[in-house]
């Protein structure tokens, strides 16, 4: 539709009108040579624009998703996450799971424990997000949470990471898969996916 053929219906008072469906915006003008011209105006209000996440970062229902690649701390990550206005990505159901698996199956990693953090923590042996919500779904790998005290040097694996690849750790060990959740000492360095509302 344009302004040809989207006569006078008493709208021209509204300046902010899209008559062509397109995603820019057209303005009524004073001139009576030209009634109509593109501008660049604030959306109007009732104009309905899909809610957009930042540069760099992908949607997936209702948030925005970043994957970092510097390598940190869980307390760290989780640091600079907030610094973003982000939490370190938590995991609500297998797609949410698969969408976060393919964000980082790409990633360059040549570290025996291909992994990046999740906003998974152990607290008085219970896991939880770091957004407050339960933890209901889980796709821990086999073995895992393992708390093993012989590869965390005693310390013990308190926080929650996701394989980037699948392959084996160590000969012996269970094959992981992309996707599939470990549990690590929290002050390893893993690069970290961070996580915000739309």
């Known amino acids: 539709m344009t302004s040809t053929n989207w006569p006078r219906l008493g709208l021209e008072q509204n300046y902010c009108r ?12 004073t001139d009576p040579n030209k009634r109509w011209e ?14 957009r996440c930042q540069s760099g970062w992908r949607k997936y229902n209702n948030h ?7 390598k940190a701390s869980w307390s760290t990550a989780s640091s600079r996450c907030k610094q973003q206005g982000a939490i370190l990505a938590s995991v609500n159901n297998h797609g949410e ?17 291909p992994s990046y953090w999740l906003g998974l923590t152990k607290e008085s042996g219970q896991w939880k997000w770091t957004d407050g919500s339960r933890v ?24 929650g990471s996701m394989y980037t690849k699948t392959g084996k750790n160590i000969g012996w060990d269970p094959t ?7 549990d690590n000492k929290c002050s390893s360095r893993f690069p970290y996916v961070c996580e915000k509302p739309i």
């Open 18 to 29: 899209n008559p062509d469906g397109s995603s820019g915006v057209w303005c009524y003008t």
């Open 38 to 51: 593109r501008c660049h105006v604030p959306v109007c209000a009732g104009s309905a624009t899909a809610p």
């Open 64 to 70: 925005c998703y970043k994957r970092m690649t510097d």
């Open 97 to 113: 799971n698969n969408f976060i698996g393919s964000l980082i199956s790409n990633a360059r990693d040549r570290r025996l424990v």
């Open 136 to 159: 209901v779904y889980t796709n821990w790998a086999e073995g895992e949470p393992s708390n093993s005290m012989l590869w965390s040097l005693g310390q013990g694996e308190n926080c």
């Open 176 to 182: 992981r898969h992309t996707g599939q959740w470990n």
